[in-house]
């Protein structure tokens, strides 16, 4: 289990004792583990802890209001309004401002977390799923622009990998902490829980600095989309591939508690748990790598290890098999995360990072949503089903790697 009180008390001793000066563009005077970087990686943990907590629970959650062959929608309308919002969150991030939006997603969760308890039918709580999903539709855009903003290119992938530990922290202490507290009291509790932690990440922005320095007030013009605001053409390759490895990541979310309840694991958050601190084993490293090597090359080996992965997971129908298939599970995700958000920065302007991250993470909720509604609809609460659905995601991984193999031999020809 994560030590929370110490990993947060490391974070801030370390950072306390680092340059808080603005970041400059080399790396002797900008190291970037500074104040701003720990205040950012802090309120994403909490963040992440808050809206993940509640995952494992939900299903059953559910089925008990009666709604449980609505299952596929608990996570398909969370990411649906979520990529919907990606647009909005990476132009008003590129003109507002990287700390407003981010606190536009921890304000939703704070918020959600209140409304479960009283909207109690299966209509009120789909529509919580709906507008809790704004939440990460602002947070991780303007997350990403913020840290591009004060570190210097050439530590992008290790300081997206640092990050990304901290929010797959809070991915691994929420579903097992949201699970601990319904095992022991009620899920109204563990709703007020997730708001507690939404209400610290708030705090926590409220003391960082901007980083945008041509900010304008907001106008209501802002709202109004082009499709020219929706995709940014130049990340096509990086949100493609992250479109295709997440498709997995929306069937795991659906379908992995009532295949952990099936195969003898109680507390269902057991899963998160292992593949997250997986996770953090390999971003400590992955970013770094893909710094030094190439992207290319970190996301062939995360799409590699995230095929087996799946394979472990449909193949072993076990305690042992689960628990080992999300250990592999997160190391893909730990290797692939940090190069793939740097591979979309890499491909973007700097004035234009805010649409950059919203197109790519738009790829990622379309994929997890298309993933969740595939796995709810066919599943239709039939275990024998659960392998086959894994299989078929296992097939998506493999068209990345086609794509990747032809780009390769693409960009030879021009050569």
């Not at 992938?157 to 530990?165: P, R, T, V």
């Not at 995360?337 to 920065?345: E, H, M, V, Y």
């Not at 790829?363 to 066919?378: D, N, Q, S, V």
Request: aromatic share 14%; with cysteine; glycine share 8%.
């Amino acid at each position: 289990m994560v030590n929370f009180a110490a990993f947060k008390a490391a974070l801030f001793i370390s950072c306390l004792h680092m340059n808080q000066n603005p970041p400059q563009d080399t790396l002797t005077v900008h190291p970037i583990y500074n104040i701003q970087f720990g205040l950012v990686c802090l309120s994403s943990l909490l963040f992440s802890a808050s809206f993940n907590m509640l995952i494992p629970e939900l299903p059953s959650y559910l089925t008990s209001l009666g709604g449980s062959e609505y299952k596929g929608l608990i996570i398909a309308l969370f990411t649906l309004t979520a990529g919907i919002s990606r647009p909005f969150s990476g132009k008003l991030t590129d003109k507002v401002g990287r700390v407003p939006i981010m606190a536009i997603g921890s304000i939703v969760c704070f918020l959600c977390g209140f409304l479960y308890p009283v909207l109690t039918t299966v209509s009120g709580f789909l529509l919580l799923r709906l507008i809790h999903g704004f939440s990460t539709g602002f947070k991780p855009t303007a997350t990403a622009a913020y840290v591009a903003d004060i570190v210097p290119k050439e530590r992008w992938g290790e300081a997206l990998g640092m990050h990304g530990i901290c929010f797959s922290t809070g991915m691994a202490i929420g579903p097992a902490l949201g699970s601990t507290i319904k095992l022991y009291s009620s899920m109204d509790v563990l709703f007020y829980a997730s708001s507690a932690l939404a209400l610290l990440s708030i705090v926590i922005l409220m003391n960082m600095k901007e980083t945008l320095v041509d900010k304008e007030r907001f106008q209501w013009s802002f709202l109004k989309i082009s499709w020219a605001d929706v995709f940014d053409r130049q990340v096509f390759p990086a949100a493609l591939i992250t479109f295709l490895s997440y498709i997995s990541y929306g069937t795991i979310l659906t379908l992995i508690p009532d295949w952990s309840d099936y195969l003898g694991l109680t507390n269902k958050g057991t899963f998160f748990m292992v593949f997250t601190i997986s996770s953090l084993l390999v971003r400590f490293v992955a970013g770094k790598v893909s710094d030094q090597y190439g992207r290319v090359k970190v996301i062939y080996a995360g799409l590699v290890l995230l095929l087996i992965a799946l394979i472990i997971i449909g193949f072993f129908e076990s305690v042992e098999g689960i628990i080992s298939g999300a250990f592999v599970y997160g190391i893909s995700l730990g290797v692939l995360s940090p190069a793939l958000n740097a591979w979309t920065i890499d491909f973007s302007k700097p004035n234009e990072r805010g649409k950059a991250m919203a197109t790519m993470y738009i790829a990622l909720e379309a994929a997890i949503g298309g993933g969740a509604l595939f796995a709810g609809w066919y599943y239709q609460d039939i275990i024998s089903r659960i392998p086959l659905i894994i299989y078929s995601s296992a097939i998506v991984i493999v068209l990345a790697l086609l794509y990747l193999v032809w780009r390769g031999l693409h960009l030879r020809k021009k050569l």
